[in-house]
């Protein structure tokens, strides 16, 4: 098998069960599986492949937990950009249903692209629209082709407004379509296995866009096939105030009395997550994608993050979708999350190490992996390497890992996923990134056009 040498790091964080941090460390991979790590003196010189990582942090892949990668095609679109959630939605929710297959699959590369060279190298991504026959495949086919080890959650609406939901009723399906659908992608394309780069997730969309029966069975098809389950929950003030309208109950509650618990789900915002949800979900190991750039965007809140963590929470973060972002940087989201809660609850509320961990280790449990998320023998090569010789870590050099948080945000130098070099010196290896976006550019254009002109 090809063997990988990272050595003579500045600096090694392990995020292993010791939470090393090793002066001068390097890391021996043999395929896709770490061997050994320690200091460059103690590992092998030679390797097929040798990364010089000196004046540079090495870290493990970050963990990305919940993206709508099509709406990279609809950044800072104008009557979006002041809206809070539900208004948001409804703004654009007429402009996504002109996606066609090839926009889905060059959106979903950008945005690989994009968090690829921001330090991730695990993504999911909740696709939940499907018009003009676009399938999940458009996302996996892209994913592949790019190299990223992917968790593609398939989405679904199917309470339009006519019902009382949110979206238009032309971009909902209907609920047996949904379950044979979501059951033949996962016959299809999840992967149990070790290290595996593709594995499916059940994901009905939001408690405001599809029923109580698609959510529960839902649940019952996901514990059925053994995969996981992902949905919005509690984002805002209006999510809370629909959820009590329409079921009687709080966002906890409706997620408890569905099967929405437990440590095979994971739910995305939980802004207004009140003290009894937090409870139940450290009682039961449900998952939380923690979302501080869109949550700000859109002016959602601060979730309780440090109360999470306090009580037991998986944690992880994630950039949310683009166009209410509108970045998916995941090392600046991560500062983000540092930051943020330290605006609701003081200058201790969240330290860089905390945000590391959050966003590796908390994405893997987030996900129900074991084989992610620390750089350790036996554990996937999913490794980053971010360069400490920009200007904006000029005078960092005191903690070059709190450095990658509280200051100006880099550009990873090497992403390697599953072993495999995908970025290098800063480039990816992968695809051609000029090419690829100004084909984005030109289809986001057409998308917005076309939406336009039928108004």
């Not at 890391?27 to 097929?48: K, M, N, Q, Y």
């Not at 109360?307 to 037991?312: F, L, S, V, W």
Request: hydrophobic residues 45%; contains cysteine.
């Amino acid at each position: 098998m090809p063997t990988l040498l990272i050595r003579n790091a500045r600096l090694l964080v392990t995020m292993d069960a010791g939470r090393r941090e090793i002066e001068g460390g390097a890391v021996f991979v043999r395929g896709r599986e770490i061997e050994t790590v320690g200091p460059s003196a103690e590992l092998p010189r030679t390797a097929d492949v040798v990364i010089d990582a000196r004046d540079q942090v090495v870290i493990p892949g970050l963990v990305n937990t919940h993206h709508h990668m099509f709406q990279t095609l609809t950044r800072v679109v104008r009557p979006a950009q002041d809206c809070e959630l539900f208004s948001w939605l409804q703004t654009l929710y007429p402009l996504w249903a002109g996606l066609t297959p090839e926009m889905v699959r060059v959106s979903t590369q950008t945005a690989m692209a994009e968090l690829l060279l921001s330090g991730c190298t695990t993504s999911s991504d909740h696709l939940y629209i499907y018009p003009n026959g676009v399938t999940l495949e458009d996302s996996i086919e892209a994913a592949q082709s790019i190299g990223m080890r992917f968790h593609a959650a398939r989405g679904a609406m199917s309470v339009g407004q006519s019902q009382g939901g949110l979206p238009p009723d032309s971009v909902v399906e209907s609920e047996p379509a949904i379950l044979r659908e979501t059951q033949r992608l996962i016959e299809r394309w999840h992967d149990r296995e070790r290290f595996a780069m593709l594995r499916i997730v059940v994901a009905p969309c939001s408690p405001f866009s599809v029923s109580r029966e698609l959510m529960r069975d839902a649940a019952l098809l996901a514990r059925e096939m053994g995969v996981s389950l992902h949905t919005h929950l509690a984002e805002n003030v209006n999510d809370i105030a629909y959820t009590r309208e329409r079921f009687g109950c709080t966002p906890a509650e409706y997620a408890e009395q569905l099967g929405w618990v437990g440590p095979d789900v994971w739910h995305a915002h939980c802004v207004k997550l009140d003290e009894a949800g937090i409870a139940l979900f450290a009682r039961t190991g449900t998952g939380v994608a923690h979302c501080p750039g869109s949550n700000m965007r859109l002016a959602s809140g601060i979730a309780p993050i440090r109360a999470m963590r306090d009580a037991g929470v998986p944690v992880s973060i994630a950039v949310d979708g683009s166009a209410s972002n509108d970045s998916g940087h995941l090392l600046g989201e991560a500062r983000l999350a540092l930051l943020l809660q330290r605006v609701a609850h003081g200058p201790g509320a969240l330290a860089a190490r905390e945000v590391l961990e959050m966003a590796t280790l908390g994405g893997a449990k987030v996900l129900g992996r074991d084989d992610i998320g620390a750089l350790a023998p036996g554990m996937a090569a999913d490794i980053v390497t971010v360069p400490l010789d920009e200007i904006g870590l000029a005078g960092a050099q005191h903690d070059p890992l709190a450095a990658l948080f509280f200051c100006h945000v880099p550009r990873v130098r090497h992403s390697i996923v599953n072993g495999r070099v995908v970025v290098r010196d800063g480039e990816l290896t992968t695809l051609e990134l000029p090419r690829l976006v100004a084909r984005h550019n030109a289809l986001a254009r057409e998308l917005v056009g076309v939406a336009r002109s039928t108004r």
